[in-house]
């Protein structure tokens, strides 16, 4: 065929692009079947003769700016991290730079002061205390008198931190006849097996106790994690969830559970409840109750009815679809090594923040319902006993090893972060049966503090 007959063809072939073009540009939007993420091309096409060399182009770009699976694995890291530091988006245009082959320093510096200058925790944090509806942080030793039930779980902790009765007394033998080889790690327990410092007759009754096969895959898990670096994510699945499940589920991990948990990362505040100062901020795990494994179903009724009246419907801060009528009682950030305190702190806080307005409206709608009651001549819990807020939320931050309790409770309008309490390590094995007897402890406290509170408020609304 003639190169005249080849470009005739191919200006047919721009004419039935441009009918398509103005066919699909007239298609109402269909939020029900969205578009494919591959792109279509608008432009006229080109003679073969010029695709291989755009295709080597794109070949070649492809390798400059990375795999698109590894591109697509750094968006979920910052989506997950909520604290990266701002990047100027990606082009494929080439950038003319001075022949020198540099940067003035000085621009250099500016540009990355600005850009770490709108997501630093401290001015977010100085925002926070000045919105009605923010955080204020402080030291918990600081926090003065403390609420008895606080005093009380804060001093059982103290105990842990000792390793007093981290181990329960049925299991005393089994300890004493572990090698010394391949338990090396746990020779504190061997040891102490002819005492009662480890060991406890009320251990058991708060719940599992790991077997020393189990601590040590935890603990070669998270030497792993730390000694090479791993991200964020592996952390969690590898080391944090291990350790939540061992806690929480077992000795029957597919059974019901009244207090349970579930990974967060993706779980949203909803805006009603957010404290509006700085960006939404997300939380790794939530502990939460689940009502339907309560003795009695009522209050997963009186749950079920009040969702139609709550933002979202969903009877929590967040809209994660897992806990649409599961309340939070616990929620966990994490973060690696050494790093990120401040942002956790923060991400926490924010998170912490949106909890109480939660329970705030929850304790309002009530309070609303009581009155309407006592016009009508109708009997209110709330005329017989005052309900107020709880004394306390406890929150959890973990930075690679190491597991740290803080305290957020109610000051007006405003919360009060106070941190932190150290109470155990994933580097020993010792660590590791303090973390779980802790856990256990928080769920108790879940279980017989926080979810007989909140009942009576379902009552009240029920």
Not at 248 to 272: D, K, M
């Amino acid at each position: 065929m003639s190169t005249r007959c080849r470009v005739f063809d191919w200006l047919d072939t721009i004419h039935h692009d441009s009918d398509y073009t103005q066919q699909l540009s007239s298609c109402p939007a269909d939020n029900t079947n969205p578009p494919s993420r591959k792109r279509r091309r608008f432009n006229p096409p080109t003679p073969e003769s010029s695709k291989n060399g755009r295709k080597a182009r794109r070949m070649s770009s492809s390798r400059r700016d990375g795999s698109p699976s590894k591109r697509s694995f750094d968006s979920y890291e910052d989506d997950n991290e909520n604290e990266q530091t701002p990047r100027a988006p990606r082009s494929n245009k080439h950038i003319h730079t001075p022949k020198s082959g540099s940067l003035s320093l000085a621009s250099s510096q500016s540009e990355k002061s600005a850009r770490s200058g709108q997501s630093s925790p401290s001015k977010h944090f100085n925002a926070l205390e000045r919105s009605a509806r923010g955080v204020v942080s402080r030291e918990l030793s600081q926090y003065h008198p403390q609420p008895p039930a606080l005093e009380a779980l804060l001093d059982e902790i103290d105990l842990i931190a000792t390793g007093q009765g981290i181990l329960p007394a049925s299991d005393r033998e089994t300890y004493s006849s572990l090698g010394n080889e391949e338990y090396w790690d746990l020779k504190w327990a061997r040891k102490g097996a002819s005492s009662d410092r480890y060991f406890s007759m009320e251990r058991q009754s708060l719940g599992y106790t790991p077997s020393p096969d189990l601590v040590l895959d935890i603990l070669f898990a998270a030497a792993e994690c730390n000694g090479n670096s791993h991200p964020e994510t592996t952390w969690n699945t590898e080391v944090h969830q291990r350790v939540l499940e061992t806690a929480l589920r077992q000795p029957a991990p597919r059974g019901p559970h009244l207090v349970n948990f579930v990974a967060t990362t993706t779980a949203p505040i909803i805006s009603e409840y957010h404290a509006s100062v700085p960006p939404t901020k997300k939380v790794d795990f939530c502990v939460y109750i689940d009502p339907c494994n309560d003795d009695s179903n009522k209050s997963a009724s009186i749950i079920a009815a009040l969702r139609d009246t709550l933002p979202c419907a969903v009877f929590n801060h967040t809209d994660h679809y897992p806990l649409r009528d599961r309340p939070i009682a616990l929620s966990i950030e994490t973060k690696k090594t050494g790093e990120g305190w401040e942002n956790a702190r923060l991400q926490l806080g924010v998170w912490q923040a949106a909890h109480w307005n939660f329970l705030r409206h929850l304790l309002g709608l009530a309070q609303q319902r009581s009155r309407v009651a006592t016009e009508s001549g109708y009997d209110s819990v709330l005329q017989t006993e005052s309900l107020q807020l709880p004394d306390f939320l406890p929150g959890i931050i973990i930075q690679g090893h190491d597991w740290h309790l803080v305290i957020t409770s109610p000051e007006g309008e405003k919360v009060v972060l106070w941190q932190k309490v150290t109470f155990g390590s994933t580097s020993s094995s010792k660590g590791i049966y303090q973390i779980i007897y802790t856990l256990q402890l928080l769920r108790k406290w879940a279980r017989d503090s926080y979810w007989p509170w909140l009942k009576k408020v379902l009552y009240e609304l029920g």
